[in-house]
């Protein structure tokens, strides 16, 4: 299942909230492979059959997202002055 529909308003809160890393605390993405069904940290919903994006934060806290929730996530990130 692709991400939520609410996904932009999510990342963006979360970001907010200091619950995703912004661009500056996070070292990049780490890997990227077939979703095996975990949890997206940017919209809350499972990554099944599709590109799942793993980022590494500086603090090593780890990030899952969808292709669509890691971009809007570099998106509000960098809005955010990264």
Do not use: N
């Not at 993405?29 to 799942?52: K, R, Y």
């Amino acid at each position: 299942m692709p991400s939520s529909r609410g996904a932009a308003e999510k990342i963006r809160e979360k970001l907010t909230a200091g619950t995703l890393p912004t661009l500056r605390d996070a070292g990049g993405i780490t890997f990227v492979g077939s979703g095996a069904g975990q949890i997206c940290d940017g919209c809350d919903m499972p990554i099944l059959a599709e590109m799942e994006y793993a980022v590494e934060a500086r603090d090593g806290r780890s990030f899952r997202f969808h292709v669509r929730c890691v971009l809007l996530w570099q998106m509000y990130g960098q809005q955010r002055g990264g």
